[in-house]
C-alpha cells in the first residue's frame, strides 16, 4: 500500500523505515509550511487545536502525492486526540478523498479491533522483514532525537552562527538515507565528534532553559515558531523533557502490557495535580517540579490555544514557579502567532533569567 501519515518533527525518518520494513511504500507529505496549516485550518472546525489542523493538512498534502492509505495514531482519555482520527476520516471522506484510514492506538479493552488495524499494516510481510525493519525504524528514531540533543548542546557554544543546524540537518539526511542499523550507528559515532568540533574552546556558562507542554507542539519546529532553535541562538541549552522513543515504550508498549505507572509524575506533580488530565499536562508540572529541582534556570511551557490539559497546567504553573523559585514563560501557538511577538517573549524572558542568575551567583 501507499501511506502517508502526519509529521511530528523529524519522526518521519524512522516511520518511512518502519512502513518500508512492513512491506509499504511511504508517501511522505512535503515538510510542514504555511500552506500546510492555512489548508489543514481551512478544512477543519475552528475550535480544533493546532495539531489537528496541522496533521489534515499533512494527509492532504500526502494523498494529492497519491497515498492510498493514511496512518494516524489515536488515544482515549479527557483530551480531544481519541476522536481526531475518526474526525480526519470523516472530513477526507466528505471531501472526495478515497483512502483507508488505519488508526493505530493503545488498546482498551477492544483487543479485536487493534488487531484489525495492526492486520492491515503487517499484512503477509515476513517475520524476518518485519523485524529488521522494526530495529532499524527503532534505532532511527532514537538516534535522530541524539542528533537533535547534541544540536541542542551545540548550538549556544558554536563558533559560528548558523553552523549547528546546518549540520543536524546533514546528519538528519544521512540517516534518513541509512539502511541498516550500523549505518545508523555509523552516523551516530561521527555526528559526536562533528558536533564538537563546532563548539568554540572559550565558552561562558550557557543558560539552561527546560521546555515542557503539549507534546506536538514542543516536539515540531514548525508549530513551536522553532523555538528551539531560536532559544539557542540567544545563548540558551535547551533540555528536553519528551522524548518520542520513551513515548513510544510508555504508551505503546508498556500501556499495552500494563506496565507503564503514572506514580513516578503524580508524586513530582503532587500538592498540585492528582493524576492523569489528558495529553501532557501532569508531564508538564512534574516535569517543571523536576527541573527545579534540577537547579535549572528556568522552563519554558508551550502549548496550542484551545488545548485542555495544558490550559489547566498553565493555571497552575505560576504556583510551582513561586514555591519552587524557578522562573516561567507560557507561550500559546496558533495559526495566527505572529513571528515578531514570539521572538520578543523568548528575549524579554531570557534577559530576565540572565539577569537573575547573575544576581543569584548562579
Ligand atoms: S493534548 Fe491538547 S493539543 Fe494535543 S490533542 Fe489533546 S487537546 Fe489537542
Known amino acids: 500500500m501507499r501511506i502517508t ?14 512502513l518500508r520494513g512492513l512491506g ?7 515538510l510542514t509550511n504555511r500552506q500546510t496549516l492555512e489548508r489543514g485550518s481551512f478544512h477543519s472546525p475552528a475550535e480544533m487545536c493546532l495539531p489537528f489542523k496541522i496533521s489534515l493538512g499533512n494527509m492532504l498534502e500526502g494523498i494529492d502525492l497519491g497515498a492510498e492509505s493514511v496512518l494516524m495514531i489515536g488515544g482515549w482519555g479527557p483530551c480531544r486526540l481519541g476522536y481526531y482520527g475518526e474526525i480526519q476520516r470523516l472530513l477526507l471522506e466528505a471531501l472526495g478523498k478515497e483512502v ?19 492486520q492491515k499494516l503487517t499484512g503477509s510481510t515476513k517475520f524476518d522483514h518485519l523485524r529488521s525493519g522494526a530495529s532499524l525504524s ?16 551545540t548550538r549556544p557554544r558554536e563558533k559560528k552562527r548558523g553552523a549547528t543546524t546546518g549540520y543536524l540537518q546533514y546528519q538528519l539526511e544521512q540517516l534518513r538515507a541509512a539502511e ?57 541549552e535547551v533540555v528536553r523533557t519528551i522524548s518520542l522513543a520513551e513515548w513510544v515504550k510508555n504508551h505503546i508498549f508498556k500501556k499495552a502490557l500494563g506496565l507503564y505507572s503514572l506514580a ?81 517573549r523568548l528575549e524579554a524572558f531570557v534577559d530576565m533569567v540572565q539577569r537573575r542568575v547573575g544576581r543569584l551567583g548562579k
Open 180 to 236: 541498516t542499523v550500523q549505518e545508523v550507528e555509523e552516523i551516530l559515532s561521527t555526528a559526536s565528534r562533528g558536533f564538537l568540533r563546532l563548539r568554540a574552546r572559550e565558552q561562558n556558562r550557557p543558560l539552561r532553559l527546560g521546555v515542557v507542554g503539549e507534546i506536538y507542539t514542543v516536539m515540531d519546529p514548525f508549530s513551536n515558531l522553532r523555538l528551539e532553535e531560536r532559544l539557542g541562538y540567544l545563548g540558551v
Open 138 to 153: 527503532w534505532a532511527k528514531l532514537n538516534a535522530l532525537e541524539e542528533l537533535e540533543i547534541l544540536a541542542l548542546q
Open 264 to 344: 513516578p509524575l503524580r508524586r513530582l506533580a503532587a500538592g498540585y495535580l492528582r493524576g492523569f488530565i489528558g495529553g501532557h499536562g501532569l508531564e508538564s508540572i512534574a516535569r517543571s517540579v523536576d527541573l527545579a529541582r534540577k537547579n535549572l534556570d528556568g522552563v519554558v511551557h508551550v502549548l496550542p490555544l484551545s488545548c485542555m490539559p495544558e490550559i489547566v497546567a498553565r493555571g497552575i504553573l505560576p504556583r510551582v514557579s513561586r514555591d519552587h523559585g524557578i522562573p516561567v514563560l507560557s507561550l500559546m501557538v496558533d495559526e495566527h502567532t505572529g513571528e515578531g511577538g514570539f521572538q520578543t
Open 24 to 30: 509499504h511504500e511511504p508517501v511522505t507529505p512535503p
Open 5 to 18: 501519515f502526519p509529521h511530528l518533527g523529524n519522526a518521519y525518518i524512522a516511520v518511512e523505515s518502519l
Open 100 to 118: 483507508e484510514f488505519i488508526t493505530l492506538e493503545v488498546p482498551r479493552g477492544n483487543y479485536s479491533r487493534y488487531m484489525v488495524h495492526l
